[in-house]
């Protein structure tokens, strides 16, 4: 039987490697310009690993890490796979309540830095088919600092410019939904306190034009290089404190209950077979609990 959803699945899956090539020689590039008396030694690369789903022809990924001297902990994944929802996912997912078979692809990146003055950053975009087919994900920034963690903050105002424009840009996009749901999805329930400043986010996104819903897709992805690229640009010479990076690794904490606790996407990869290595390097190298 022929595939009806073949040509788009091609599409989306190649323009999420695309996308990866472009933020990774992006974030090569600041690790090269960032100044050698705050960030001593090497620039750091990217590694890159494959990995595949332990199912027979269930797809796999490749998994990208940088470790540097600006970028503490960096990960920047593309991933194919597919295979079969168990029955609990089945009936939670759009469509598998009638065929459990899935097929998805995605980008999905976590930037940890080493200066406490620079906002750590999250972004993902995806495609997931199953009897129907949608795009999903988004970015949010979290400053580590309670001085930039707020709407007023340069940093927020430069973010959520950057995701404003990929959404006005295209009629079947609503940033003012996109946004207001970021702030409900990327909240710390259990401390009732945001994990950041925000951004937006999107899921199960079928506007009935393919097209369309992919070209905005592919406009979050070009627009958060820029966004988050003159972010950093524009506050790596800054120099901190260890006051400063005491406060970073406690809040780095914060980021680790979201992503344990309440982040979907964990979730999503880890019952469905991920690779679990992919799926935890969102977890900051350094961080504590007082």
């Known amino acids: 039987m022929t595939d009806p959803f073949a040509q788009k699945k091609e599409t989306a899956a190649a323009w999420f490697k695309s996308l990866r090539d472009q933020i990774c020689a992006e974030f090569e590039a600041l690790e090269r310009e960032a100044p050698s008396d705050l960030y001593p030694g090497e620039p750091g690369t990217f590694v890159y690993e494959d990995w595949q789903r332990q199912v027979e022809d269930g797809g796999g990924g490749t ?8 970028f503490e902990k960096c990960g920047v994944h593309i991933s194919v796979v597919k295979g ?3 029955e609990e996912m089945a009936a939670r997912v759009p469509g598998a309540d009638k065929d459990p078979r899935f097929w998805a692809a995605g980008i999905s990146l ?3 830095i080493v200066n406490p003055r620079v906002p750590a950053v999250h972004m993902n975009t995806r495609y997931i088919v199953t009897t129907k087919d949608w795009f999903g994900g988004g970015g949010d920034l979290t400053p580590t600092q309670a001085v930039d963690r707020n709407q007023d903050s340069p ?5 959520h410019a950057g995701m404003k424009a990929a959404c006005d840009a295209h009629a079947v996009a609503d940033y003012p939904k996109f ?3 970021c702030d409900e999805y990327f909240h710390l329930h259990h401390r009732d306190e945001p994990r950041g400043i925000g951004g937006i986010f999107y899921d199960r996104h079928n506007s009935g034009d393919w097209d369309a819903d992919f070209a905005f897709t592919q406009d979050v992805g070009r627009h958060f290089i820029k966004t988050y690229a003159d972010i950093v640009r524009g506050r790596m010479d800054e120099p901190w404190t260890e006051e400063e990076r005491e406060e970073q690794l406690i809040t780095r904490g914060r980021y680790v209950e ?4 309440w982040d979907r996407g964990t979730t999503f990869g880890l019952k469905t077979g991920g690779n679990v290595k992919t799926i935890l390097s969102s977890m900051p190298p350094v961080c504590k609990w007082p």
């Open 63 to 70: 998994g990208g890490m940088l470790r540097g001297r600006l």
């Open 179 to 181: 946004k207001d749901w």
């Open 258 to 261: 979201f992503n344990l606790l």
């Open 110 to 112: 976590i930037a940890h």
């Open 155 to 159: 940093d927020a105002k430069a973010f």
């Open 84 to 86: 079969e929802f168990n």
